[in-house]
């Protein structure tokens, strides 16, 4: 006798074996019915930054043109790790991702004592996204013209210049602590709980310096408030090509710090939706509106495979154990 599909499936449900064909089918198919709900993309920095505003354009070019709903939610505070931390507890479900970067996936590591996340351990890279320099920067009306200024301006009086960060513990507040060393001079650290506050007292005068990440910057850089004084990567920025690096202006021959963004997924994600997430971020780094954008935000667009972007954390992550410890910075 012949049996058609819907007679064997009958004879199975009967004898129990359809139950056993059930569980057998039941989770390919909800992982090819992902995504069947809103997508929450953690933010783990307030609203304005470059963390936020990179974040929103892949959230809102996901929804564009993948047709699912992304939805970017701030967690700020810490330094970026309180995000990071939600994210790492979250269910491996494909439903919440973190917009992470060096700041928080390899520094802060090394400088809180009690962080509750393992980085490698806890979470899953999924899709790398742009990487953008460090820049120092001071509002318009300062008396620094130049970056000697401030050292000259350091030297004559320790710890009287001040420089404002998004936080303790972030890649940013780091390139200010080793930029102190490579000049050999004292200068103040003032921690904000993100970019946008420290942004408004630079403006405002109530800190003499800001070091930011370009993207973070870059809309007051180009009208005219803040006063660009160096990057801190290794090369120029393409973005805004005049301002000299670091190591050009003689303070540290192989001063190279810079940050990248990137998204990752509580560790036991799925493969697959690890890698359709992968795929669709990748096409859409592959856009000239979305490379166009990353762009004027000062940061430079750049795919990778889950596996090139997990390497690179992991690089990452241990050359940052090395810099952490030589500076002697910790956070309780």
Same mark, same amino acid.
Do not use: C
């Given at each position: 006798? $012949?049996?058609? !599909?819907?007679?064997?499936?009958?004879?199975?449900?009967?004898?129990? +074996?359809?139950?056993?064909?059930?569980? %057998? /089918? +039941?989770?390919?198919?909800?992982?090819?019915?992902?995504?069947?709900?809103?997508? !929450?993309?953690?933010?783990? *920095?307030?609203?304005?930054?470059?963390?936020?505003?990179?974040?929103?354009?892949?959230?809102?070019?996901?929804?564009?043109?993948?047709?699912?709903?992304?939805?970017? @939610?701030?967690?700020?505070?810490?330094?970026? %790790?309180?995000?990071?931390?939600?994210?790492?507890?979250?269910?491996?479900?494909?439903? @919440?991702?973190?917009?992470?970067?060096?700041?928080?996936?390899?520094?802060?590591?090394?400088?809180?004592?009690?962080?509750?996340?393992?980085?490698?351990?806890?979470?899953? /890279?999924?899709?790398?996204? /742009?990487?953008?320099?460090?820049?120092?920067?001071?509002?318009?009306?300062?008396?620094?013209?130049?970056?000697?200024?401030?050292?000259?301006?350091?030297?004559?009086?320790?710890?009287?210049? $001040?420089?404002?960060?998004?936080?303790?513990? %972030?890649?940013?507040?780091?390139?200010?602590?080793? *930029?102190?060393?490579? /000049?050999?001079?004292?200068?103040?650290?003032?921690?904000?709980?993100?970019?946008?506050?420290?942004?408004?007292? #630079?403006?405002?005068?109530? #800190?003499?310096?800001?070091?930011?990440?370009?993207?973070?910057?870059?809309?007051?850089?180009?009208?005219?408030?803040?006063?660009?004084?160096? #990057?801190?990567?290794?090369? !120029?920025?393409?973005?805004?090509?005049?301002?000299?690096?670091?190591?050009?202006?003689?303070?540290?021959?192989?001063?190279?710090?810079?940050?990248?963004?990137?998204?990752?997924?509580?560790?036991?994600?799925?493969?697959?939706?690890?890698?359709?997430?992968?795929?669709?971020?990748?096409?859409?780094?592959?856009?000239?509106?979305?490379?166009?954008?990353?762009?004027?935000?000062?940061?430079?667009?750049?795919?990778?495979?889950?596996?090139?972007?997990? $390497?690179?954390?992991?690089?990452?992550?241990?050359?940052?154990?090395?810099?952490?410890?030589?500076?002697?910075?910790?956070?309780?």
């Amino acid at each position: 006798m $012949t049996l058609t !599909r819907r007679s064997l499936l009958a004879r199975l449900a009967a004898s129990g +074996g359809g139950l056993a064909l059930a569980a %057998t /089918a +039941g989770p390919a198919l909800a992982q090819a019915a992902w995504p069947a709900k809103p997508i !929450r993309l953690i933010v783990p *920095f307030p609203p304005g930054g470059g963390t936020d505003i990179l974040s929103r354009l892949v959230a809102t070019k996901l929804t564009e043109l993948s047709h699912w709903t992304v939805v970017p @939610d701030n967690r700020g505070g810490a330094g970026g %790790t309180i995000g990071i931390a939600e994210a790492a507890r979250a269910q491996p479900t494909g439903y @919440d991702i973190v917009m992470g970067q060096k700041d928080n996936m390899v520094v802060a590591p090394w400088l809180y004592k009690n962080l509750s996340y393992d980085p490698v351990k806890d979470l899953t /890279a999924v899709a790398h996204v /742009a990487y953008t320099p460090v820049v120092i920067v001071t509002r318009a009306e300062s008396k620094f013209k130049t970056l000697k200024d401030v050292v000259d301006a350091a030297r004559a009086q320790p710890d009287a210049v $001040t420089f404002g960060s998004p936080g303790n513990g %972030t890649t940013i507040h780091l390139a200010g602590e080793i *930029f102190k060393t490579a /000049a050999n001079i004292k200068i103040r650290h003032v921690p904000y709980k993100g970019s946008n506050a420290a942004m408004m007292d #630079v403006l405002a005068g109530n #800190v003499d310096l800001m070091v930011s990440s370009l993207p973070s910057a870059i809309a007051q850089l180009k009208s005219g408030k803040l006063r660009p004084l160096a #990057v801190t990567s290794a090369k !120029r920025s393409s973005s805004m090509p005049d301002i000299p690096t670091v190591a050009e202006l003689g303070y540290g021959k192989d001063f190279d710090v810079s940050t990248w963004y990137g998204l990752f997924a509580p560790a036991g994600t799925p493969r697959d939706v690890v890698a359709r997430l992968n795929a669709e971020v990748n096409k859409l780094l592959a856009r000239p509106d979305v490379q166009a954008a990353i762009h004027e935000q000062g940061a430079e667009y750049q795919a990778m495979s889950p596996e090139q972007f997990g $390497t690179l954390l992991k690089t990452d992550y241990q050359k940052w154990k090395g810099i952490v410890q030589a500076s002697g910075a910790t956070i309780e």
